[in-house]
């Protein structure tokens, strides 16, 4: 790990459990003693280099992130940051992260190739799998019908999996199959506010309460990075439902494969029918990236302010 050239990492990709175990193999490796996160947008990119090129009185060992690397545009800083990663400090290493499956052509390629990584989305098999050797490790039997609400409840990413099957099983019998009723019972009474939450607030039209979700997660210190991500896949999916509802079908199946079969999922995407047109949803997922982007670079302006100014626009873009 001393040698300059395996510094600095790119960890790319949606799956975000898989990339904190990753993170957590670095942190074995170099044993850092002290560890420091920007957010590309939030601090000046020369700002997070002088960091990275002045050493540190306090440890021998830095480590340092630069989350949603993606939104590191402008020709300058991303010639700053390259020009970092192929001479780095001493004793201080580096971590690129991005929910995306790409960055500048420039900063992926000044990491060493054996460096970057693109966690993908798990599949549905193998979600349907890690979610069935949850339980079954804990000592729980669960139902193909609780495997499925498990997965359209909870954000698709292995952290957000393991984090509210850990909080099911709290309130389960060991000696009784979990069934797709269970599942959504108990992971709608227990779940904390999440975007998921939200976006069922938005599909019911009830602006008053969106606000209050919103203030409720950003409060218990919710990214908007990811509270954006996820109300991005909503709106994606209900993009998908309305063509589905549009082109007349019925099958069962064809809604599950765009995740949309457990009753609360149907409740939520039926009543976000009811008031968004196709047209609409579109509108609500451009807003999303334009607000992701708006919030990503707010140096000064409060939070809270674009926030319900964002959720305003998606309450009006209805029919």
């Given at each position: 790990m001393k040698d300059a050239?395996?510094?600095?990492?790119?960890?790319?990709?949606?799956?975000?459990?898989?990339?904190?175990?990753?993170?957590?193999?670095i942190r074995k490796k170099i044993g850092a003693g002290e560890e420091t996160a920007y957010y590309a947008g939030e601090t000046p990119v020369p700002q997070m280099v002088s960091a990275l090129r002045n050493g540190s009185l306090f440890a021998d060992t830095r480590l340092f992130f630069i989350k949603s690397v993606e939104g590191i545009k402008k020709k300058e800083d991303i010639d700053l940051l390259s020009s970092y990663i192929a001479a780095p400090a001493d004793g201080t290493f580096l971590v690129l992260i991005s929910e995306e499956t790409s960055a500048a052509k420039s900063l992926e390629q000044a990491v060493p190739q054996a460096n970057k990584r693109v966690f993908w989305e798990l599949s549905d098999s193998r979600k349907y799998e890690?979610?069935?050797?949850?339980?079954?490790?804990?000592?729980?039997?669960?139902?193909?019908?609780?495997?499925?609400?498990?997965?359209?409840?909870?954000e698709n990413n292995t952290a957000a999996l393991k984090q509210e099957c850990s909080r099911l099983i709290l309130f389960l019998d060991k000696n009784r199959e979990i069934s797709g009723e269970d599942a959504e019972t108990w992971l709608s009474h227990t779940r904390e506010e999440s975007p998921f939450t939200l976006f069922s607030r938005i599909a019911a039209g009830d602006f008053s309460r969106s606000l209050e979700s919103a203030r409720t997660l950003l409060s218990a210190g919710e990214t908007p990075p990811a509270l954006f991500a996820a109300l991005a896949s909503c709106f994606r999916k209900l993009i998908g439902y309305l063509a589905l509802k549009e082109a007349g079908v019925r099958d069962e199946w064809e809604y599950k494969k765009i995740g949309v079969s457990a009753p609360g999922a149907k409740r939520d995407y039926s009543a976000a029918a009811a008031r968004y047109s196709p047209a609409g949803a579109e509108t609500c997922l451009a807003l999303t990236a334009e607000y992701d982007l708006l919030l990503r670079s707010a140096y000064s302006f409060p939070q809270q302010v674009l926030m319900d100014q964002y959720l305003y626009k998606v309450h009006s873009a209805v029919r």
């Open positions: 050239k395996n510094g600095c990492w790119l960890f790319l990709g949606p799956e975000i459990g898989e990339k904190e175990a990753a993170i957590d193999e890690w979610v069935q050797a949850f339980f079954r490790s804990k000592g729980f039997k669960i139902s193909a019908g609780g495997i499925e609400s498990v997965l359209e409840l909870v």
